[in-house]
């Protein structure tokens, strides 16, 4: 099933290419001329792409009140996050810090899965002769700024879109993995020699690249002092191995396998 389209000027700023990884992290690894290199695993065919371009999202898959409310929320504490630990080299992670990667580990992979996965159908409430009657039948307009006030609505057919079911599944989903992972002990790796690629899940095992030379890890086993070649290597073959779809990095050619 295709996506369904905002009307014309999108009047009310529907999100529609939604973000898996954010562009804010993905820009950290944009080369000079904002464009990052990705590999496409299925024609491994190599090409540069912008944070914005329509690779790295869904489209509309979950609803404007998820995109602007919960997600905004946990990609805002770790962008922040993020920023502390690039401007400051001496700064160290605490516990404190912790759920807030984990609550960003997890959404980015859960929000993977839902760009992978097949469009749900919209479920219908019934026919028209089960129905009594709708109060309103709302136009495309109406319908647009419903969803944008974070309001659920019927379509005159009787449906309900896909994305307002979606929206409370990710958000279940999102619940039970960051409790499953409230015992991880994040820590930081840096990249003496190569850079970190990034996949476009990371399901498989507890990273999160952070710029092309910094990298969260939640496996105790992985010595936090600044990597090898080797190191890093290691790193990015478990990535590329995860990545379903693409994976990407500053410069792909920096990047050990």
């Known amino acids: 099933m295709t996506f369904e389209p905002p009307q014309k000027g999108n009047p009310h700023q529907l999100t529609m290419n939604q973000h898996?990884?954010?562009?804010?992290s993905i820009s950290r690894f944009a080369n000079e001329k904002g464009a990052v290199q990705v590999l496409r695993k299925a024609s491994e065919k190599v090409f540069h792409a912008r944070p914005a371009d329509r690779i790295f999202c869904a489209q509309r898959v979950w609803d404007q009140q998820a995109e602007g409310g919960f997600m905004k929320g946990i990609e805002d504490a770790y962008q922040a996050l993020a920023r502390v630990i690039l401007?400051?080299?001496?700064?160290?992670?605490?516990?404190?810090?912790?759920?807030?990667?984990?609550?960003?580990?997890?959404?980015?992979?859960?929000?993977?899965?839902?760009?992978?996965?097949?469009?749900?159908?919209?479920?219908?409430?019934g026919s028209a002769s089960e129905v009594i009657g709708l109060l309103s039948h709302y136009t495309q307009d109406e319908q647009e700024q419903l969803e944008a006030g974070g309001i659920g609505y019927i379509r005159p057919d009787l449906t309900i879109p896909s994305r307002s079911l979606v929206a409370p599944s990710i958000r279940l989903n999102l619940t039970d993995a960051v409790r499953a992972m409230s015992g991880e002990t994040w820590?930081?790796?840096?990249?003496?020699?190569?850079?970190?690629?990034?996949?476009?899940?990371?399901?498989?095992?507890?990273?999160?690249?952070?710029?092309?030379?910094?990298?969260?890890?939640?496996?105790?086993?992985?010595?936090?002092?600044?990597?090898?070649?080797?190191?890093?290597?290691?790193?990015?073959?478990?990535?590329?191995?995860?990545?379903?779809?693409?994976?990407?990095?500053?410069?792909?050619?920096?990047?050990?396998?």
């Open 87 to 125: 401007d400051d080299p001496a700064f160290r992670l605490g516990r404190q810090h912790f759920n807030v990667i984990n609550e960003f580990y997890c959404l980015w992979n859960i929000r993977a899965q839902w760009k992978m996965n097949e469009r749900l159908a919209d479920p219908s409430i």
């Open 20 to 24: 898996t990884f954010p562009s804010a």
């Open 187 to 257: 820590q930081l790796l840096h990249a003496g020699e190569g850079e970190f690629v990034v996949p476009d899940n990371f399901f498989k095992w507890l990273f999160v690249p952070l710029s092309p030379t910094v990298c969260f890890c939640a496996h105790p086993e992985v010595n936090p002092s600044s990597l090898h070649c080797d190191g890093v290597a290691a790193i990015n073959r478990l990535a590329i191995d995860a990545s379903i779809d693409y994976y990407f990095a500053r410069d792909l050619d920096h990047c050990p396998q």
